[in-house]
């Protein structure tokens, strides 16, 4: 090899190296950017370094050869860029897409394992209180008419209860699979909040605990289910009456903007801490101060409001506010 081609060589190796290095921190200092940016440099920095290296290894003769080259180096970078663009872009969202993918499922995963946890917890339970009164029924422990009634109200309870725990889970795996299907359609929205309102009422003036509607009580439709919904806010109310003190009030507000009415449910527990807001709609899920943490259910009773609202293009959050929280739904319209 010739002193002159590798003079040219070493000249061409460094321009591009130049050219690599500066494309690199330019990457680095704009790395939180768009990915459209970083996918242009990326294309654009190797072009620059042939071209930087041809340059200057014809040291800076533009020949017609060399204007040739560059005339066919701008065709390519037309070509290059967009097609790298949307290139890049598709292989961009499809890994985005897989990871969401297996965090959903790694996450239905995790729910599906908690929720077996609380389930063979909640289920034992009244089970074994069942077994134990009917063990005392048959050993003629209570014998008695009014011993053997109160029993038998009991065992009924407690069997209730089970059967509840048990509709709860399979309407949950509807929900999850997607088979769940509801009737939906115009609905008032007022009828609902009124019978939902006055089926928890007995159940507040046993908690000392007033319950009160405001916003536009007649006249507001929405797209829905009306026995589900009706479902939703009777869980929302029975929640927030176990955990408002007595003497408080809980209030359910109706409303509506321009394509959405909205259903809201105040209460005054004192509020659900930070960390537990966005996962007490999660299937099993039971935090510290969780809405369903007093043995009343297993767990289930707002990822199944969140599952039915959703069913009916719906969807449902929580907030809190200065002497509690307020729980708040959404639905389309009429």
């Keep these: 090899m010739s002193s002159d081609t590798l003079h040219a060589l070493v000249i061409g190796l460094l321009g591009s190296l130049g050219v690599v290095g500066v494309g690199a921190l330019v990457l680095y200092l704009l790395r939180g950017r768009a990915l459209t940016t970083s996918i242009v440099l990326l294309t654009l ?5 042939i071209i930087v290296g041809v340059v200057g290894t014809s040291q800076f ?8 080259t560059a005339i066919v180096w701008l065709v390519v970078t037309a070509v290059s860029v967009p097609s790298a663009i949307v290139l890049g872009s598709s292989l961009a ?13 790694r996450s239905a995963e995790r729910s599906r394992r908690e929720l077996l946890a609380w389930l063979s917890h909640d289920l034992r339970t009244p089970i074994a209180g069942v077994q134990a009164m ?3 029924l048959e050993d003629g422990v209570v014998s008695s008419p009014e011993d053997v009634k109160q029993y038998a109200q009991l065992i009924r309870a407690e069997t209730l209860r089970l059967a509840s725990m048990i509709d709860d889970l399979f309407e949950m795996s509807q929900i999850n699979a997607g088979t769940l299907a509801l009737d939906v359609g115009p609905i008032a ?13 007995p159940a507040g003036e046993r908690h000392g605990v007033r319950l009160a509607v405001e916003g536009r009580p007649r006249g507001t439709l929405a797209v829905g289910a009306a026995p589900e919904l009706m479902r939703v ?15 408080s009030t809980v209030t359910v507000s109706i409303g509506s903007d321009r394509s959405e009415v909205w259903l809201r449910v105040d209460d005054s527990c004192g509020g659900i801490p930070d960390h537990d807001l966005a996962k007490v709609f999660d299937m099993g899920y039971r935090g510290s101060a969780a809405r369903e943490s007093d043995g009343q259910g297993a767990g289930m009773g707002l990822a199944i409001a969140r599952g039915l609202l959703d069913a009916q293009s719906g969807s449902i959050d929580v907030r809190n506010h200065d002497t509690g929280c307020q ?4 639905l389309p319209a009429a």
């Design 45 to 49: 920095v190797p072009l620059v370094a």
């Design 61 to 68: 003769m533009f020949t017609a050869e060399l204007r040739r």
């Design 93 to 105: 969202r499809a890994i985005v897409w897989e990871r969401e993918a297996l965090e959903r499922e």
């Design 134 to 136: 009917t063990e005392a």
């Design 189 to 201: 929205v007022d009828d609902v909040v009124r019978s939902a309102v006055e089926a928890a009422r």
């Design 233 to 247: 806010l009777r869980n929302l109310l029975g929640n927030a009456i176990r955990h408002t003190p007595e003497g």
């Design 327 to 330: 729980f708040e739904i959404r």
